[in-house]
């Protein structure tokens, strides 16, 4: 009966524990689609493509291309404003879209 007890003890925690984890994950989630969110309809950020990852302290890295300059700065203020970022890890480049390099030719 008492190795029933231990063995039902071990089972909880490890159910415990598995919860947990599984609510970290949606959070890290939830974060991500936070972010996703803002940035996706942000005006200034048309044009680019970005990806968004949330480790589990929070740091949250931001990938991919931008038109400018000004588009980078803007998608990572707003990666830094939102709920449930910790740090932010800029790994965005900018890539002048084609009419702007066209643009810049004449």
């Given amino acids: 009966m008492r190795q029933i007890r231990e063995d039902g003890k071990g089972v909880a925690g490890q ?10 994950m949606i959070d890290r989630m939830g974060v991500a689609g936070r972010v996703y969110a803002r940035l996706r309809w942000d005006k200034a950020l ?13 740091l949250t890295t ?4 931008v ?25 965005l480049e900018v890539v002048p879209t084609q009419s702007q390099q ?5």
């Fill in 15 to 24: 159910i415990r524990a598995g919860f947990e984890e599984a609510r970290a």
């Fill in 62 to 65: 931001v990938r991919g291309t």
């Fill in 102 to 106: 066209r643009r810049s030719v004449r």
């Fill in 67 to 91: 038109p400018t300059e000004t588009a980078k700065a803007k998608a990572i203020e707003l990666t830094r404003q939102t709920i449930g970022v910790e740090n932010v890890r800029d790994e």
């Fill in 46 to 58: 048309v044009g680019g493509s970005i990806a968004i990852d949330v480790d589990r302290g929070g």
